[in-house]
DNA sequence: ACATATGTTCTTCC
DNA sequence: GGGAAGAACATATG
């Protein structure tokens, strides 16, 4: 469900109210989602939230001060803190059907709620029907994409550097993320009709004009789509339950056999790299 | 029953 | 060895 905008959306939604807010539990329903360490979140303040590409960061401190002993006759001695009491940096992915809700009021949780985390003001739950989300409390920190933001820029010289003699079709250089962190299909389909290019092209073979244009549509999609609050196509709604609005700003993404606003021709899906993919024959080549 | 779904990862094959 | 295609994960919908 979620890509970039939509995972930024609920990171600002989060921080404006979240930090400094304590856990008081932790329960997962889903056991796909591992136990193991869980129990030690208890305790933890919030700290910042921020999106890495599409994953959630939260920020969680200490328990609190770390224990001291008074020994009679010597004075104080330190614990070692154990290390359920260092800082970390828990990472949720939200895959395809992910998706997190502020429940203030009490009541039952939602279907498919797979897990949930509760405070003195309201509880965050994660719900998820198909179950692919992730939620690490000790991610593994790996290499950063090529373009790790690409909300704040998608330079047009990195794209073409990272393409150089690489003939994979251009939409599957935009959503990989190893490259570009925080693209999906929604998104890669929007960016390439703004750019007038056709998803299956070649990416070595573009131009350095062409991935101008592909910079300077991304800069259009994907500012707005934040703005927005995400597509809601199907289901996704932001932290507060609200639908997003950018689904009125879709030119081509699941709009097989309408018309294009901009030549009113007709728009054609074709399958990349397994996923569906839509675009305008004649706007775009 | 089949195809599809906003994502990632692993396997297989060239 | 790089890369591309396919399958897998689990669940719903048309
Ligand atoms: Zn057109």
Partial sequence: MPELPEVETLCRQLNGFLPGAKILGIDILDPRLGKREVEGLAGRKIGGIYRQGKYIRIEMGKRGQNPVISEPGKGQK???????????????????????????????????????????????????????????????????????????????????????????????????????????????????????????????????AEWRKVQKASATVLPRAVECRGTSISDWRDLF??????????????????????CRGTIERTKIGGRGTWFCPACQR
């Fill in 241 to 262: 339950g609200r639908s997003g609005e950018n689904q009125n700003h879709l030119e081509v993404y699941s709009r097989e056999g309408k018309p294009c606003h901009r």
């Fill in 78 to 208: 330190k614990i070692k803190p154990k290390r359920s009491d260092d800082r970390l940096t828990a990472a949720l992915h939200l895959r395809m059907t992910g998706r997190l809700l502020w429940q203030t009021s009490g009541g039952p949780a939602p279907s498919y709620t797979r897990l949930i985390i509760s405070f003195a003001t309201g509880r965050l739950i994660l719900i998820d029907p198909r179950r692919f989300a992730t939620f690490c409390i000790r991610p593994v920190e790996t290499a950063p994409a090529l373009v790790a933001n690409p909300l704040e820029e998608l330079p047009s010289q990195s794209l073409k550097k990272i393409a150089e003699k690489r003939r994979l079709p251009v939409k599957s250089l935009l959503m990989d993320q190893r490259f570009v962190a925080g693209i999906g299909n929604i998104y890669a389909c929007e960016i390439l009709y703004h750019a007038g290019i056709d998803p299956r092209r070649q990416a070595g073979g573009l131009s350095g």
